[in-house]
C-alpha cells in the first residue's frame, strides 16, 4: 500500500536514457542523460537535463549545439560507460570504441549504432535546482529505418531498446514483451 516518506528520493525509472554528444574546439564529449524529452514540434525543441559542472554542459554552453542519441539494447554498455566516467580524463569514443559520423547541420559527433538521433542548437538554458535544462531546436534527425514500422512506431521484433531501472541496471524491451492496446473510441 502507498504510503508518505519523508526521504528526498525520486522516482522516474525504468526509462530511456539518451546519448548527449558534444564538440568545441577540437574536444569532444559522449555523455547519457536519464532527464530528456522531446519538447516542441513546430519546431522540434528537444530538451536535456545536465548538471552544470559536467565537461559536456562546459562544451555545450561553449558550442550551442549538441547531439541526441538513441541506441539499441546491445548497446547498454557503451550507456552506462558514457554516464560514468568523465570526459575531462577519458576519451570514452577511443576507450570504449564508440564510432561516429560528423553531424550535417551542426559540429558534433553522430553516433553510427544510433537507431534514432538528433542534431541541436542551443535556444535556451535555465537552471532548475541541481541541474541545468538545456533546449534545442532540433536542426536535423537521423533514423534506421531498419527498425521502425511503417506507421512510424519502433519494430520491437528487430529492435531491443534499453530500459534503465537504477544502480548501473537495465533492462531490456523487445517484441517479447505484452503489448496492450486501447482503441478509446468516442
Given at each position: 500500500?502507498?504510503?508518505?516518506?519523508?526521504e528526498?528520493?525520486?522516482y522516474?525509472?525504468?526509462?530511456?536514457?539518451?546519448?548527449?554528444?558534444?564538440?568545441?574546439?577540437?574536444?569532444?564529449?559522449?555523455?547519457?542523460s536519464?532527464?530528456?524529452?522531446?519538447?516542441?514540434?513546430?519546431?522540434?525543441?528537444?530538451?536535456?537535463?545536465?548538471?552544470?559542472?559536467?565537461?559536456?554542459?562546459?562544451?555545450?554552453?561553449?558550442?550551442?549545439?549538441?547531439?541526441?542519441?538513441?541506441?539499441?539494447?546491445?548497446?547498454?554498455?557503451?550507456?552506462?560507460?558514457?554516464?560514468?566516467?568523465?570526459?575531462?580524463?577519458?576519451?570514452?569514443?577511443?576507450?570504449f570504441?564508440?564510432?561516429?559520423?560528423?553531424?550535417?547541420?551542426?559540429?558534433?559527433?553522430?553516433?553510427?549504432?544510433?537507431?534514432?538521433?538528433?542534431?541541436?542548437?542551443?535556444?535556451d538554458?535555465t537552471?532548475?535546482?541541481?541541474?541545468?535544462?538545456?533546449?534545442?531546436?532540433?536542426?536535423?534527425?537521423?533514423?534506421?529505418?531498419?527498425?521502425?514500422?511503417?506507421?512510424?512506431?519502433?519494430?520491437?521484433?528487430?529492435?531491443?531498446?534499453?530500459?534503465?531501472?537504477?544502480?548501473?541496471?537495465?533492462?531490456?524491451?523487445?517484441?517479447?514483451?505484452?503489448?496492450?492496446?486501447?482503441?478509446?473510441?468516442?
Amino acid at each position: 500500500m502507498r504510503k508518505p516518506i519523508d526521504e528526498p528520493m525520486f522516482y522516474s525509472y525504468p526509462g530511456m536514457v539518451a546519448v548527449v554528444t558534444s564538440r568545441h574546439k577540437g574536444m569532444q564529449n559522449v555523455m547519457a542523460s536519464g532527464w530528456h524529452t522531446y519538447i516542441g514540434s513546430s519546431p522540434g525543441i528537444y530538451g536535456i537535463s545536465l548538471r552544470k559542472e559536467t565537461y559536456s554542459y562546459e562544451l555545450i554552453e561553449q558550442s550551442g549545439v549538441f547531439g541526441v542519441h538513441f541506441l539499441p539494447g546491445h548497446h547498454s554498455e557503451w550507456i552506462q560507460a558514457a554516464g560514468t566516467f568523465s570526459g575531462r580524463d577519458t576519451d570514452k569514443f577511443s576507450k570504449f570504441g564508440i564510432t561516429y559520423e560528423e553531424g550535417i547541420k551542426v559540429n558534433v559527433p553522430i553516433l553510427t549504432e544510433a537507431y534514432f538521433a538528433y542534431e541541436c542548437k542551443v535556444i535556451d538554458i535555465t537552471t532548475y535546482g541541481d541541474h541545468e535544462w538545456i533546449a534545442g531546436e532540433v536542426l536535423q534527425r537521423y533514423q534506421d529505418p531498419e527498425y521502425f514500422l511503417e506507421n512510424g512506431m519502433v519494430n520491437l521484433d528487430k529492435l531491443q531498446i534499453p530500459m534503465y531501472v537504477g544502480r548501473s541496471s537495465y533492462r531490456i524491451l523487445d517484441g517479447s514483451a505484452e503489448e496492450k492496446v486501447h482503441p478509446f473510441y468516442l
